[in-house]
């Protein structure tokens, strides 16, 4: 390890940062630990339940966590400082309204259904409510999309390696994705979640420390929008809401409806309810009431995420100004001035010594890792309990699953690995397979919905809802791609910019997807009510938390999150 | 807050890995202290390294006695 990481080094050419010994070996450190918790868990890992689904043996913690983790990749830690710095505070939409109130409705009111149903993928739910091809089309969407998104975040961390250290990309690519691949191959999910709890916390230790002493630097919160205000005379980058009135009052280019509408309803509830790279976290709970409350403590702390990921982003507004701002990608290229991309290694470089920019890197890696091994282990559960065994195998005897989850594991990473060096070659893929995955998202939520609050759903009408959702978002993303003035139609606005499309269009195509279920299933026959039982609301019967004192219940923790996340809204507002 | 039938909980490991991390980011900022580096970073008048690796060996030495596999017994 420790060879291969020199070797690394050895080939750095010009790069943002430089590691020092110390730093090395806090990364030495940090793969030595996940291999070992890998080879660790490979002997409590014996069959299908407990390489797909842990054993159905997490505490609340450690699912909330790992359920956090799970969407926490270094894209996102230097994705979103960077939209910090090019949006200002709007970018935390993306983390309060974005996720919390999707988050606490899983928790709520979706996760007894999941729970109950003993399903092992949100598309085994679909199977049981809808039949076959709702769950053939969800699952090989699912899939395929999965491990492509896995390939382009590959791609992408070994880029940011390369600009930020020098790392030669093949090593990064190779060294991350089999590390990944042998920790889960080794303890399946089990090993996967251990690791996200692991990498959550080295990300808050390695990431914590940027804001902390930007704002000693800036002179606290106050210090800091005094200085931006100075910087940027003419932007606003420090309200939350207020400037969201028209799309031109605000730098994103959205409208508040937007905002609610599309990113806090439909976008947020569809990833953080349906997609089943995080629901599967949840489902590995070891009771109905952990699972409940893993959500609501992933939450609590998708919360203060914006203190690591959306301040540095700030403070950059803050401290690089006039020769020294940051500027979009092209303009930095044409000026060699530093893109706002770099906001996050730039901060790590001015504040992090030997040794604690290790813990930085190791912070960036750890989140690129949770992300990745969240990818395969989707992948692996879906191909296994939702293509292979239903459509290829049935009956094969137990340990037959186990070893093919440890095979398609690998499989997954090698066309994650495959993906990353297409995407190389032709670089213009990445926005398209990102597109590929919105489109399924919005509407799987409207479809899922449906199918639990509603028994008068059937399974036509699921089926054709979905696909029909599905469609209607291709075509319009197709659309604005032919004739960019579409965006004024499907955004309802000629002043609304890039950033507002994927909002509406999620919105449309989810509206869509409940119009055709609603009118399709009104002129088809459902399923009797004791079909239904366990899966839909009003034909299962919930386990009463009566017994529970006040602070042991759900509910009680879900309002208080939801309490502090109306109070922090109205703060920043 | 581990599985039950797990010998050893994930805290156990966090606190070793964070309590390692604490000891080498500690010694490298008492290191700095005394020997000054060519080019110190903003604030290094902070001594970051020593009070942030501090914090990470009370951490890690926390959850290595709380979850330690021998005290669970």
Same mark, same amino acid.
């Not at chain 1, 690998?410 to 590929?436: E, K, N, P, R, W």
């Given at each position: 390890?420790?060879?291969?990481?020199?070797?690394?080094?050895?080939?750095?050419?010009?790069?943002?940062?430089?590691?020092?010994?110390?730093?090395?070996?806090?990364?030495?450190?940090?793969?030595?630990?996940?291999?070992?918790?890998?080879?660790?868990?490979?002997?409590?890992?014996?069959?299908?339940?407990?390489?797909?689904?842990?054993?159905?043996?997490?505490?609340?913690?450690?699912?909330?966590?790992?359920?956090?983790?799970?969407?926490?990749?270094?894209?996102?830690?230097?994705?979103?400082?960077?939209?910090?710095?090019?949006?200002?505070?709007?970018?935390?939409?993306?983390?309060?309204?974005?996720?919390?109130?999707?988050?606490?409705?899983?928790?709520?009111?979706?996760?007894?259904?999941?729970?109950?149903?003993?399903?092992?993928?949100?598309?085994?739910?679909?199977?049981?409510?809808?039949?076959?091809?709702?769950?053939?089309?969800?699952?090989?969407?699912?899939?395929?999309?999965?491990?492509?998104?896995? #390939?382009?975040?590959?791609?992408?961390?070994?880029?940011?390696?390369?600009?930020?250290? #020098?790392?030669?990309?093949?090593?990064?690519?190779?060294?991350?994705?089999?590390?990944?691949?042998?920790?889960?191959?080794?303890?399946?999910?089990?090993?996967?979640?251990?690791?996200?709890?692991?990498?959550?916390?080295?990300?808050?230790?390695?990431?914590?420390?940027?804001?902390?002493?930007?704002?000693?630097?800036?002179?606290?919160?106050?210090?800091?929008?005094?200085?931006?205000?100075?910087?940027?005379?003419?932007?606003? =980058?420090?309200?939350?809401?207020?400037?969201?009135?028209?799309?031109?009052?605000?730098?994103?280019?959205?409208?508040?409806?937007?905002?609610?509408?599309?990113?806090?309803?439909?976008?947020?509830?569809?990833?953080?309810?349906?997609?089943?790279?995080?629901?599967?976290?949840?489902?590995?709970?070891?009771?109905?009431?952990?699972?409940?409350?893993?959500?609501?403590?992933?939450?609590?702390?998708?919360?203060?995420?914006?203190?690591?990921?959306?301040?540095?982003?700030?403070?950059?507004?803050?401290?690089?100004?006039?020769?020294?701002?940051?500027?979009?990608?092209?303009?930095?290229?044409?000026?060699?001035?530093?893109?706002?991309?770099?906001?996050?290694?730039?901060?790590?470089?001015?504040?992090?010594?030997?040794?604690?920019? #290790?813990?930085?890197?190791?912070?960036?890696?750890?989140?690129?890792?949770? #992300?990745?091994?969240?990818?395969?282990?989707?992948?692996?559960?879906?191909?296994?309990?939702?293509?292979?065994?239903?459509?290829?195998?049935?009956?094969?005897?137990?340990?037959?699953?186990?070893?093919?989850?440890?095979?398609?594991?690998?499989?997954?990473?090698?066309?994650?690995?495959?993906?990353?060096?297409?995407?190389?070659?032709?670089?213009?893929?990445?926005?398209?397979?990102?597109?590929?995955?919105?489109?399924?998202?919005?509407?799987?939520?409207?479809?899922?919905?449906?199918?639990?609050?509603?028994?008068?759903?059937?399974?036509?009408?699921?089926?054709?809802?979905?696909?029909?959702?599905?469609?209607?978002?291709?075509?319009?993303?197709?659309?604005?791609?032919?004739?960019?003035?579409?965006?004024? =139609?499907?955004?309802?606005?000629?002043?609304?910019?890039?950033?507002?499309?994927?909002?509406?269009?999620?919105?449309?195509?989810?509206?869509?997807?409940?119009?055709?279920?609603?009118?399709?299933?009104?002129?088809?026959?459902?399923?009797?009510?004791?079909?239904?039982?366990?899966?839909?609301?009003?034909?299962?019967?919930?386990?009463?938390?009566?017994?529970?004192?006040?602070?042991?219940?759900?509910?009680?923790?879900?309002?208080?999150?939801?309490?502090?996340?109306?109070?922090?809204?109205?703060?920043?507002? | 807050?581990?599985?039950?039938?797990?010998?050893?909980?994930?805290?156990?490991?966090?606190?070793?890995?964070?309590?390692?991390?604490?000891?080498?980011?500690?010694?490298?900022?008492?290191?700095?202290?005394?020997?000054?580096?060519?080019?110190?970073?903003?604030?290094?008048?902070?001594?970051?390294?020593?009070?942030?690796?501090?914090?990470?060996?009370?951490?890690?030495?926390?959850?290595?006695?709380?979850?330690?596999?021998?005290?669970?017994?």
């Amino acid at each position: 390890m420790a060879t291969a990481l020199a070797l690394i080094l050895s080939e750095a050419p010009a790069k943002l940062l430089s590691l020092t010994f110390i730093d090395v070996l806090i990364l030495v450190l940090y793969f030595v630990m996940i291999l070992g918790i890998g080879f660790y868990l490979k002997s409590y890992t014996t069959t299908s339940e407990d390489f797909f689904m842990a054993g159905r043996s997490m505490t609340a913690w450690v699912a909330g966590l790992s359920f956090l983790a799970a969407n926490l990749g270094s894209l996102e830690l230097m994705g979103w400082a960077a939209a910090a710095y090019q949006y200002g505070i709007l970018a935390t939409h993306w983390y309060w309204i974005g996720a919390i109130p999707a988050m606490l409705f899983l928790g709520i009111v979706m996760m007894p259904f999941y729970y109950i149903s003993k399903t092992h993928s949100v598309p085994g739910y679909l199977k049981l409510r809808y039949g076959e091809p709702a769950r053939v089309l969800s699952a090989v969407t699912f899939g395929v999309m999965t491990v492509m998104m896995s #390939g382009i975040n590959i791609y992408s961390m070994a880029l940011v390696m390369k600009a930020i250290l #020098g790392w030669n990309i093949n090593y990064s690519i190779w060294i991350s994705s089999l590390t990944v691949a042998a920790y889960v191959v080794l303890g399946g999910l089990r090993s996967a979640i251990f690791n996200e709890v692991l990498q959550f916390v080295l990300i808050w230790l390695g990431a914590m420390l940027i804001p902390i002493i930007g704002l000693v630097e800036t002179g606290g919160w106050s210090g800091m929008v005094a200085r931006i205000h100075q910087n940027f005379p003419n932007g606003n =980058y420090t309200h939350l809401w207020s400037t969201l009135g028209h799309f031109s009052d605000n730098p994103m280019g959205v409208h508040w409806t937007g905002i609610v509408l599309g990113l806090g309803f439909v976008i947020s509830f569809g990833y953080w309810t349906t997609d089943f790279l995080v629901v599967q976290r949840v489902l590995t709970a070891r009771d109905l009431r952990s699972a409940k409350m893993a959500p609501i403590i992933g939450a609590s702390f998708k919360m203060i995420v914006p203190f690591i990921v959306i301040l540095p982003g700030l403070l950059g507004l803050a401290i690089f100004s006039g020769d020294h701002r940051l500027v979009g990608e092209s303009q930095a290229v044409a000026t060699g001035l530093h893109s706002y991309n770099e906001v996050l290694p730039l901060m790590l470089a001015r504040y992090c010594g030997p040794g604690l920019l #290790g813990l930085g890197i190791t912070a960036l890696l750890a989140g690129f890792m949770s #992300g990745m091994a969240g990818n395969v282990s989707a992948f692996a559960t879906v191909w296994t309990y939702d293509i292979y065994r239903p459509l290829i195998r049935k009956d094969a005897p137990d340990s037959h699953y186990l070893s093919m989850g440890r095979w398609c594991t690998i499989l997954g990473v090698l066309i994650s690995i495959g993906t990353a060096y297409f995407v190389m070659q032709f670089l213009s893929i990445m926005d398209y397979v990102q597109a590929l995955f919105s489109f399924f998202i919005a509407p799987l939520f409207g479809t899922v919905i449906l199918g639990m609050l509603w028994k008068r759903t059937t399974s036509a009408g699921g089926f054709w809802g979905l696909l029909a959702g599905t469609l209607s978002s291709v075509g319009m993303w197709l659309w604005v791609k032919i004739d960019p003035h579409a965006l004024t =139609y499907i955004a309802l606005s000629p002043k609304a910019r890039d950033m507002a499309e994927n909002m509406y269009r999620g919105l449309w195509s989810w509206i869509i997807c409940v119009v055709v279920t609603v009118i399709i299933s009104l002129m088809t026959t459902p399923k009797p009510a004791s079909e239904l039982n366990g899966l839909v609301y009003g034909c299962t019967e919930i386990p009463s938390e009566g017994h529970l004192s006040l602070y042991q219940r759900p509910i009680f923790w879900a309002t208080i999150v939801a309490v502090i996340f109306v109070i922090l809204n109205v703060v920043f507002w | 807050m581990h599985a039950e039938d797990e010998r050893i909980s994930i805290w156990f490991f966090i606190g070793m890995l964070v309590f390692a991390y604490g000891i080498v980011i500690t010694a490298a900022g008492i290191y700095e202290i005394f020997v000054r580096p060519a080019h110190p970073v903003v604030l290094a008048s902070l001594h970051a390294g020593v009070w942030w690796g501090a914090f990470m060996l009370i951490l890690g030495g926390f959850y290595l006695y709380k979850f330690s596999p021998k005290k669970e017994k």
